[in-house]
């Protein structure tokens, strides 16, 4: 079982859909959740971190469930350049950060 | 600011030969690494650099050697290249080890072994 697992996707959404990603871990003792975004046959960027309690930037939501070990990622109001491939990535020890394979999404006009 | 740089972007190798993949940044970070990724997985942690002076295994660090030269570079070198090494092969930074700090990623090699 992989440590970190991600619907591979493709989401194909219209523009202004909200669109929502999941991702389970398998470590409980993981102490820090990030969302990455990575475009295509580019390096991955950090799209933001994901706390206890939730968190929202702009139009992007994360929230965490420690006790069903999961993450997600909310997309309100999509636009074409929100798509991308989303990679969920988990710390489980320190210095050991594992990457789930990465949800594609895809917004059409 | 160039952020995080990689050469070569790409490299095609036969079996058996060897090659030295080498990274640099200039943001001053203490924290450096190597992963790879392969299509359907995640990217993988292969070694990382916590601070200049140190280097530790990762996930998948057979076949693979590092040396962090300084604190500015770290380089990856396949000493005997197998396919099973074809891969996308990115370094990234961060300020310190840790969970908390964000990595910054370069743009990638793409390494083809036949």
């Known amino acids: 079982r992989k440590e970190v697992e991600q619907d591979p996707g493709p989401f194909n959404v219209p523009e202004g859909a909200t669109v929502a990603f999941n991702c389970t871990y398998s470590?409980?003792?993981?102490?820090?959740f990030f969302w990455y975004r990575q475009d295509c046959r580019k390096e991955p960027k950090l799209l933001m971190s994901?706390?206890?309690s939730g968190n929202e930037d702009g139009r992007f939501t994360a929230q965490l469930n420690r006790a069903s070990q999961y993450i997600s990622l909310l997309i309100r109001d999509s636009k074409l350049s929100d798509s991308a491939t989303y990679l969920c990535?988990?710390?489980?020890?320190?210095?050991?950060?594992?990457f789930g394979a990465g949800t594609r999404l895809t917004v059409k006009p | 600011n160039a952020g995080v740089t990689q050469t070569p972007k790409f490299q095609v190798l036969k079996t058996g030969q060897s090659m030295t993949l080498q990274c640099a940044q200039d943001?001053?970070?203490?924290?450096m690494y190597w992963y790879r990724q392969d299509p359907g997985m995640g990217l993988r942690l292969i070694y990382y650099?916590?601070?200049?002076?140190?280097?530790d295994k990762g996930e998948v660090p057979n076949g693979y050697n590092v040396s962090r030269l300084n604190k500015r570079e770290f380089s990856l070198r396949l000493e005997s290249a197998a396919p099973s090494q074809t891969s996308v092969y990115f370094c990234?930074?961060?300020?310190?080890?840790?969970?908390?700090?964000?990595?910054?990623f370069g743009p990638g090699t793409r390494l083809t072994v036949t």
């Open positions: 994901v706390y206890s």
């Open positions: 470590n409980s003792a993981s102490q820090s």
């Open positions: 650099s916590a601070s200049e002076g140190t280097t």
């Open positions: 943001m001053n970070h203490n924290s």
């Open positions: 990234a930074s961060s300020e310190a080890t840790g969970g908390n700090y964000e990595q910054y």
């Open positions: 990535v988990v710390n489980a020890n320190n210095n050991d950060m594992r």
